[in-house]
């Protein structure tokens, strides 16, 4: 009876729980489809489903539609992620699996720059971008992607790839293969749980981000969604909340979906540190 008892007060704290997190999207939900009247009303679901708030957010931008600002966000982050995970394979691979001069005092600054606030290095980032003539485009949010600036990625990578045993690397020597063969041959193909975990966390992160995209980003026509969400926010005019809320929830959706599918792969990049 005591186990029963456990077992209900334990499933009951975790659907209490997940209520909990799951209230902010039901209340983002709700308010996309109110009237923008009815938006300081405390029903969740307004009696009145407007469903017009999807077709007028799609295009409340003038002069643009959300189908350009979905495409920009694609196509950073899309670039963002293919840079990180090419990038940070490589040399992840270089500090578990290749021998070199102060291997480890590298690699220990790489981690102490885990530490650093992001605030420490956005003017002098900013210096550097304007002096290359790349503010205005996309160029500073995609190219450091390329150049493994997120030790947390190598990070990971370099652990999974420690896990893997050595001797799949000798068998490969004796077969004839080179190190980049190693690399892209044997040790990288076995990394997929951990390179799709870094490629979750690249995409969600940059589709996320508001701060680089609003400092480098000048052009209406190059903005991406969360720049596009605040369009809405006019001073000289009322805000429009029931379309705002509605490309909010199409907003979340690309990640969504990601997460989705990519859960299994996710869920092994973190659990585990190599193979068995």
Request: proline letters at 6%.
């Amino acid at each position: 009876m005591n186990t029963i008892l456990k077992l209900a007060a334990r499933y009951i704290v975790l659907a209490a729980g997940s209520l909990l997190m799951i209230y902010p999207i039901l209340w983002l939900l709700g308010s996309s489809l109110k009237p923008n009247e009815q938006m300081t009303s405390s029903q969740l679901f307004s009696s009145e489903l407007r469903w017009e708030n999807f077709v007028e957010g799609w295009s409340a931008i003038p002069g643009f539609t959300f189908g350009q600002f979905f495409s920009n966000s694609f196509l950073v982050a899309g670039l963002s992620v293919v840079g990180t995970v090419l990038s940070s394979a490589i040399v992840a691979f270089g500090f578990a699996r290749i021998q070199f001069p102060l291997k480890n005092l590298w690699f220990a600054i790489l981690m102490l720059t885990l530490m650093l606030p992001t605030q420490v290095t956005l003017v002098p980032q900013y210096i550097l971008f304007k002096s290359f003539d790349w503010v205005g485009t996309a160029l500073p949010i995609i190219v450091p992607h390329f150049l493994a600036v997120s030790p947390f990625f190598v990070f990971l990578i370099v652990q999974f790839i420690r896990g893997i045993p050595r001797d799949l690397d000798e068998s490969a020597k004796i077969d004839g293969c080179s190190m980049p063969g190693i690399a892209f041959r044997v040790i990288l193909p076995l990394c997929v749980p951990a390179l799709v975990t870094a490629a979750l966390f690249c995409f969600i992160w940059t589709w996320d981000d508001f701060l680089a995209q609003m400092l480098y980003l000048t052009d209406t026509a190059k903005y991406t969604v969360p720049l596009a969400l605040r369009l809405f926010l006019d001073n000289s005019s009322a805000v429009t909340w029931g379309p705002m809320y509605a490309m909010a929830v199409l907003a979340i959706v690309p990640s969504f979906l990601l997460f989705a599918f990519a859960q299994k792969y996710f869920v092994e990049g973190i659990a585990t540190t190599g193979i068995k």
